[in-house]
């Protein structure tokens, strides 16, 4: 994945699949930019984008080892959609109801959190589910562990998450630099990104020392 540009306006491109030609791939290419504080039309991801809109504000984005406008002239299919999130709310569960995912934490995609809490999101409602007795206080259990963590995520998503060293290179050196050490440190690059990670709890030690819920099934002879 490569994210470049800043708070008000970046580009974030990765590959989703094999090319329709050899040596090619299908690529995901998000153009975002900030727009007036007018207010924004309701929320519909199936609505059509101009590629001239898009090469209006990205169209001198090339770099060595990526040629933004290239990629937008390829592509066949252009949308334009707004970047939306919901205030955390107080209460997740209703009842024998409770919520995971986007229904219960909707934030900003920033640093692909949404699918991956998502992810946690069941794994954590499948341990409380095992380990009590009553589906009720399992899923007040859940909640309470999980909502918590959620709401502090959507707000620092709102500041731009594990992202925010693109910000602060761009506050530092708008005019550009020649060596990125000279404008942010590793040690603070570190530190953001190590924050929010644990945070997330998406910390490597974390992710690759939580034991499985759920026994593996045995296989048949």
């Known amino acids: 994945m490569a994210i470049a540009g800043h708070f008000h306006q970046r580009a974030i491109a990765y590959p989703i699949g094999p090319g329709s030609k050899p040596n090619s791939l299908l690529t995901n290419l998000i153009c975002q930019v900030s727009i007036p504080n007018d207010a924004p ?113 959507t707000l620092r998503n709102r500041r731009f998450g594990p992202e925010a060293a693109l910000q602060l290179v761009e506050e530092r050196a708008p005019d550009g630099f020649a060596r990125i050490d000279e404008v942010i440190s590793r040690q603070e690059l570190k530190a953001i990104s190590t924050s929010f990670a644990a945070a997330a709890g998406l910390d490597v030690e974390a992710v690759n020392g939580r034991q499985s819920f759920v026994p593996a099934a045995r296989a048949s002879t």
């Open 41 to 153: 039309p309701r929320e519909d991801w199936n609505r059509r984008g101009s590629r001239e809109t898009v090469l209006t504000a990205f169209g001198k984005w090339r770099f060595p080892w990526l040629d933004i406008p290239a990629l937008v002239e390829r592509t066949r299919d252009i949308y334009e959609f707004p970047l939306v999130d919901r205030d955390p709310i107080q209460a997740w569960t209703f009842g024998r109801v409770t919520l995971i995912g986007d229904a219960a934490h909707p934030m900003q995609p920033i640093g692909s959190q949404a699918g991956s809490q998502a992810i946690i999101d069941a794994r954590a409602l499948t341990a409380t589910l095992l380990s009590r007795s009553s589906p009720l206080e399992a899923m007040q259990h859940y909640e309470s562990q999980r909502r918590p963590i959620m709401s502090d995520i």
